[in-house]
């Protein structure tokens, strides 16, 4: 294919982004678009732009994700992350404790295992044995998040996601969450499910969505916008279609990134702010 432009779209959560949070998101966005976007100037696939973009926003501590997470009823983390390619090959971990990259972990049972998804002890183990470093919860989990749990506080953080286009045509999509706070154990959100946090089709485009998961998980939120744009329409008006359909069919909130298989790029949520960003062209925005 010529005249591709390769593109990196990402988002840090759609939520009401409390006010005094709003430039350690900006900075952090900006840190992991620039991340990303090395990796996809210099030739890189859009499989590790999506995981090293990602990894940077779980090590930041300023997301729902990785070092961020959000802790469930009884003060535990269970994260959910899933990698998909154009290709349709995808990797998810449910419920996985206390790994500081799941989207890593997602990405390894993509590579190494002939299933999709793998979760709680099984997820654990497999990212044991792949030589990834578990971390205690007290060191994992910021004094933010400790302290927000324990409080009761209503401040929300949210799910991390990223879509590429690297320059040789192909798409993928990340998304690593620590689900809702307080959520009770075992619940699984949309964000490691296929078509419902995630989806990426080389034939359409690729999605990434955050916000209320049982709601994304009842429309089939990204593959719902992924399909959107076989009927021509833009990717921003798909991702609007997404959107008004969550609403009215679920009185769900939140937002969607979506980038088409030509690189357009489409963003659109219901709630009071979405962390968003992308770069193209050596070009980076950001917006919260
Ligand atoms: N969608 C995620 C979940 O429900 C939460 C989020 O996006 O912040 O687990």
Known sequence: MNNISPTLAIHGGAWAIAHTTVDDHKKALDAALKTGWEILNS????????????NSMEDSGVFDAGKGCVLNEKGEVEMDALVMKGDLSAGAVAALQDFPNPISVARRVMEKTPHVMLVGEGAFEFAKKQGFKSMHIRELVSDREFHSWKNNHEMHFGTVGA??????????QGTSTGGTRGKMTGRVGDSPIIGAGGYCDDETGG???????????????????????????????AAEKTISLLEKRTNGKGGIILLSKTGDIGIAFNTARMARGYARDGKIVVEV
């Open 43 to 54: 030739g890189g696939s859009a499989i590790d732009c999506v995981e090293k973009t990602i």
């Open 163 to 172: 879509v590429a286009l690297d320059a040789k045509g192909n798409l993928a």
């Open 207 to 237: 999605a990434s969505a955050t916000g209320q998961g049982e709601a994304f998980m009842k429309i089939m939120g990204c593959k719902t916008a992924c399909d959107f744009l076989k009927t021509k329409n833009s990717a921003q008006k």
